[in-house]
């Protein structure tokens, strides 16, 4: 504690010093390819899914099919419109997805999760939305797995005392 400050010029200048010595973030470059898309990947419990975001009319296809006909349900859209709304780029990029594993709710969450991490690849001004609504965080809650001697993962058989 050699650098003690006993005054406010003293505080001044010192305050001075330290942001002189702040250097500022360099803004983050949009990532595209060379056909102007942004890839990513969502993962959510064992389903994986490969994104692809590009300026469109707001198509979303996933495995080659319409998103109204590969998640029937209404639910299920729901969660793969959340990035845009959150975004505010509502009908503005069309996706192409592939997602394997999983059920339907997982795949659905994966497909969220690389929506989410293209868009904000293709666009890093929509960083902080998407982060602040916690879609970029990999929900890494998985299924526990069975243990030797349950019924389950934790459920015991049942208990007879005859």
Do not use: C
């Amino acid at each position: 504690m050699a650098d003690q400050v006993n005054s406010l010029e003293e505080l001044g200048q010192v305050a001075e010093a330290s942001e002189a010595v702040v250097e500022v973030a360099a803004p983050r470059e949009p990532v595209r390819d060379e056909l102007g898309r942004s890839y990513a990947t969502g993962k959510r419990k064992d389903a994986v899914a490969r994104v692809w975001v590009k300026p469109g009319s707001g198509k979303v296809t996933v495995n080659g099919k319409e998103m109204n006909t590969y998640f029937a349900r209404p639910v299920l859209q729901m969660i793969l419109r959340q990035p845009f709304q959150v975004a505010g780029v509502v009908d503005q990029f069309d996706v192409m997805a592939t997602v394997a594993g999983g059920g339907l709710s997982g795949q659905a969450g994966a497909v969220k999760h690389g929506i989410s991490k293209a868009l904000q690849l293709y666009d890093p001004s929509l960083r902080g939305a998407l982060k602040a609504a916690g879609f970029l965080t990999r929900d890494s809650r998985v299924v526990e797995r069975k243990k030797y001697g349950k019924r389950k993962a934790r459920r015991s058989f049942q208990f007879s005392k005859r």
